[in-house]
């Protein structure tokens, strides 16, 4: 019980170290080094976190698990770019927003491609688990007494 905790806890930090990484990448920016080492030094914490929680786990469903953290991050991003698009097609929202505020954020082509690599890898890992026999098993659990 504490292990599934642990691990769902150490998911979500890893899930938001992610979105953070495909946040980052709408960023635009003269140079791309600053930008790229930013969302190096948010993939790092991301991985480690997304680690712990797979060997708290002992890497059962480790594609599983993998592949529903990456996505989850690329549609959470997603959904936030979709609901920032919405809001400003509204005239009181573009009212109340000083003119230059978007102007940090226009590498649509970078943050796209995160968020799509992030969705594929995610994606891909699903469909390529093949724990179907391991989704009832409790860590630690012994086989049938005989």
């Known amino acids: 019980m504490i292990r599934n905790v642990l691990s769902i806890i150490l998911n979500v930090i890893a899930g938001f170290f992610f979105y953070m990484v495909s946040l980052l990448g709408f960023i635009s920016?003269?140079?791309?080094?600053?930008?790229?080492?930013?969302?190096?030094?948010?993939?790092?914490?991301?991985?480690l976190a997304l680690c712990a929680g797979l060997a708290v786990m002992r890497f059962r469903n480790w594609r599983r698990n993998t592949g529903i953290v990456l996505l989850s991050a690329a549609g959470f991003t997603a959904f936030l770019v979709f609901m920032f698009a919405?809001?400003?097609?509204?005239?009181?929202?573009?009212?109340?927003?000083?003119?230059?505020?978007?102007?940090?954020?226009?590498?649509?082509?970078?943050?796209?491609?995160?968020i799509a690599g992030l969705a594929i890898v995610g994606l891909l890992l699903l469909k390529?688990?093949?724990?179907?026999?391991?989704q009832n098993a409790t860590v630690g659990a012994q086989g049938p007494r005989r």
């Not at 920016?29 to 991301?46: A, Q, R, Y």
């Open 29 to 47: 920016e003269s140079s791309v080094n600053p930008k790229w080492m930013v969302m190096l030094g948010f993939t790092i914490p991301g991985v």
């Open 86 to 114: 919405i809001l400003l097609m509204t005239e009181e929202f573009r009212v109340m927003m000083k003119p230059d505020t978007l102007t940090f954020f226009g590498d649509y082509f970078t943050g796209g491609s995160v």
């Open 128 to 134: 390529t688990n093949n724990g179907g026999a391991e």
